[in-house]
């Protein structure tokens, strides 16, 4: 796993854009709520009115920004291509959509149009979905605030490949935070947070009732957080129908339905060979079982996580006895209530372990020894029985943790989400030769066009605005460059960023194309 930056930390962990790095030939148009649909719409002077007329007039390849104010939603069916994606993105933090689009009952409609971008938008009190996309493939949703939509904050069907990413969706009345729906395959759900919505905090659905194969297959998500959902029912993870997930450094916490669901309701098949590692599941007095496996969800691999239920009676495990074959746990932090026969039934570790699982696991001790502060903080205190307990020979390639922080820091990993950040060693020519900043000074070059570096560097790239907003990064491992083609006039920070931190950073301040 590449280095990722650390939310809260250096800069907001709003990560954009990929295509400012990808070749790309359209135009770049801007929508103010001051312009005007009779303007060219190719300047902030002479930008354009609404969100649908922009929708209208784009083609493949163009990039659409907006600025700050309160707009009517969009509907578009212009498709992107790989190379060319259509992206829409805010110039600043509060463009906000609080009406609904002209063509359906939601904020954003993206329908029948692949390699779509969302990026920025808050989309709010929707009488449907706060984003909707359906029938589109390879699409991206990032940076997003949904809050106090009717159904969910997002929603897509049958859409293959797509990204969600540094999205915040809160309070949705009816169902869910974002729901992916429709046989809809290698689906990426990565650090979003999703957290008071009604139902679950992220759903996937393969529904084989609207058409498809009623699968959804090998979706991975990691790095969500997700607390206070589930008044009305639904886990904070909820899959139906799905096969292959990769679940892992999630913090799921304080949710009142189940923390992670395989089951088979709408799906044609069930939800099966899941490999859920490396999360801290918290759920509440009132909540389900932290995991639970029914109706032929069989071959779960559960292993190096926290898995601690404050409810009554009901524990960290549950499996119908249709969900035992294949099913494998160990190195996981449990309380004294699992089962392999179904939701009404208990056991306890000693008993889980005589049946095969769990071998090297342990009871919960308090969580006040655990975590730094339960309810608010989950890192790991230095001294809990999660650190270096975990085994590294199960956690299926995850060398890092949901902050990016590499596992292990010490004899081993940890258990859960986080990963305690010890002092690691260093050696005595290390502390002679301490990191300089010299090399990245002389091997990168920052002109009025672009940023560019030269071979023998390593790290990831950052490009911010005033803002915090990350615009762009690129590993600069081998020799590369990176245009400034798109980006608006205005002030900057170039960064580099290793695992040992900011390594290098200069401020620029970008004119435009002349």
């Known amino acids: 796993m590449k280095p990722t930056f650390k939310p809260g930390h250096l800069f907001p962990a709003v990560l954009f854009c990929f295509f400012l790095s990808l070749p790309c030939y359209g135009a770049t148009k801007y929508v103010s709520t001051t312009g005007n649909n009779s303007n060219s719409g190719n300047s902030w002077a002479q930008a354009w009115r609404t969100l649908q007329y922009a929708a209208d007039q784009v083609n493949a390849g163009d990039s659409v920004w907006i600025a700050d104010g309160n707009y009517v939603g969009f509907d578009i069916r212009t498709t992107g291509t790989a190379s060319a994606p259509i992206v829409f993105i805010t110039s600043g933090s509060n463009a906000v959509i609080d009406t609904h689009n002209p063509v359906t009952m939601d904020g954003i409609n993206v329908e029948n149009a692949d390699y779509i971008e969302i990026n920025g938008v808050r989309v709010i009190n929707q009488p449907r979905n706060g984003i909707r996309l359906v029938f589109a493939n ?46 809809s395959d290698r689906s990426v759900i990565r650090y ?3 957290h008071h919505n009604n139902r679950g905090g992220i759903q996937i659905n393969a529904d084989a009732s609207q058409g498809g194969d009623g699968i959804s297959t090998d979706p991975e998500l990691y790095g969500n957080i997700l607390y206070e959902n589930g008044v009305a029912g639904g886990g904070a993870i909820n899959l139906d129908g799905v096969q292959g997930a990769f679940i892992y450094n999630n913090l799921l916490y304080e949710n009142h339905a189940t923390g992670i669901a395989l089951f088979q309701q709408d799906g044609a098949e069930p939800s099966i060979n899941a490999v859920i590692a490396h999360n801290t599941i918290i759920n509440a007095s009132n909540a389900r079982w932290c995991i639970l496996a029914v109706n032929g969800s069989s071959g779960a691999q559960v292993y190096n996580n926290i898995i601690i239920n404050q409810h009554a009676w009901r524990g960290s495990i549950a499996l119908d006895p ?10 996981n932090i449990v309380v004294n209530s699992l089962s392999n026969d179904g939701d009404g039934q208990t056991m306890t570790l000693s008993q889980w372990q005589a049946a095969g699982y769990d071998t090297h696991s342990q009871i919960a001790d308090p969580l006040a020894q655990i ?12 001294n809990a029985q999660a650190v270096n307990a975990g085994n590294g020979g199960f956690s299926f390639g995850i060398t890092a943790d949901i902050e990016g922080t590499p596992r292990p820091q010490g004899s081993q990993v ?45 790290g990831t790239l950052g490009l911010y605005n005033m803002e915090g907003k990350l615009m762009a990064q690129a590993d600069i491992s081998a020799a590369g460059e990176l245009p400034f083609d798109d980006l608006i006039p205005g002030l900057y920070l170039a960064t580099v960023h ?17």
């Open 498 to 514: 290793t695992f040992q931190g900011v390594q290098w950073s200069k401020g620029f301040v970008y004119v435009g194309k002349k």
């Open 192 to 194: 979003n947070t999703c």
């Open 414 to 458: 940890d258990m859960g989400a986080y990963e305690a950040e010890s002092a690691l060693s260093v050696t005595e020519d290390e502390e002679e030769n301490p990191v300089t900043n010299e090399p990245y000074a002389k091997g990168i070059s920052i002109t009025a066009a672009s940023i560019s570096w030269s071979r023998g560097l390593s």
């Open 371 to 382: 975590f730094i502060i339960p309810g608010t903080d989950y890192h790991l205190l230095n």
């Open 322 to 331: 249709d969900a035992v074959p294949g099913f494998n746990s160990d190195y």
């Open 138 to 183: 390879n699409c991206i949703v990032r940076n997003t605030y949904c809050d106090n939509n009717f159904e969910r904050g997002i929603f897509t069907g049958f859409t293959d490949d797509i990204l969600l990413e540094y999205n915040e969706c809160l309070n949705s009345i009816d169902e869910h935070g974002i729901y992916v729906s429709n046989s």
